[in-house]
């Protein structure tokens, strides 16, 4: 019973996304529409159903309260990779850009974080720094690692050995 109501839910958001594609109506797709799958629990199936979308530039903008949906729901998947590759797709120029780099900075996301500071405000540098500073959280980690790491191993010698 649960799979005939996902079913047609999955076949009511497709045939929305692609009327309103069509006919050029993301107003109503991402106003009216999408509250009313929110209204209903049926949210993640709308959502799922926008990544072939964007990814085929037909869709290049989410307002941010579907940006935020959009981004809940891939990562309660597991697949912040599809966000990122919809990052890519999306005209960066009219996205809510604190927004898109707070995304990209909490989930790690850095090619879409270099596009959006790359094609969003033709700025090269900043996207070098956030990476550099990426890199050497990553290092600090590791090294942290590798020290806890030893220091057990020594203390664990140390009681062998007495």
Do not use: W
Not at 34 to 53: A, G, K, S
Not at 63 to 84: I, R, S, T, W, Y
Not at 121 to 133: H, I, M, Q, S
């Amino acid at each position: 019973r649960m799979d005939l109501i996902q079913s047609h839910y999955q076949m009511l958001a497709g045939i929305c996304i692609e009327f309103c594609v069509v006919a050029e109506r993301l107003d109503l797709l991402f106003g009216d529409i999408f509250h009313r799958f929110v209204t209903v629990n049926q949210v993640r199936v709308f959502l799922d159903l926008l990544e072939p979308y964007i990814l085929r530039e037909k869709i290049t903008y989410l307002p941010p309260e579907v940006m935020a949906a959009f981004v809940d729901n891939f990562q309660h998947k597991g697949d912040l990779g599809a966000v990122e590759r919809c990052l890519l797709h999306m005209d960066v120029m009219i996205l809510d850009f604190d927004t898109i780099v707070n995304i990209c900075r909490k989930h790690r996301l850095y090619s879409a974080l270099v596009h959006v500071y790359t094609r969003g405000l033709d700025d090269f540098v900043t996207p070098l720094e956030l990476l550099t500073e990426g890199a050497m959280a990553a290092v600090d980690g590791h090294m942290d690692k590798l020290a806890e790491a030893a220091s057990g191993a020594a203390s664990g010698a140390a009681n062998g050995a007495g």
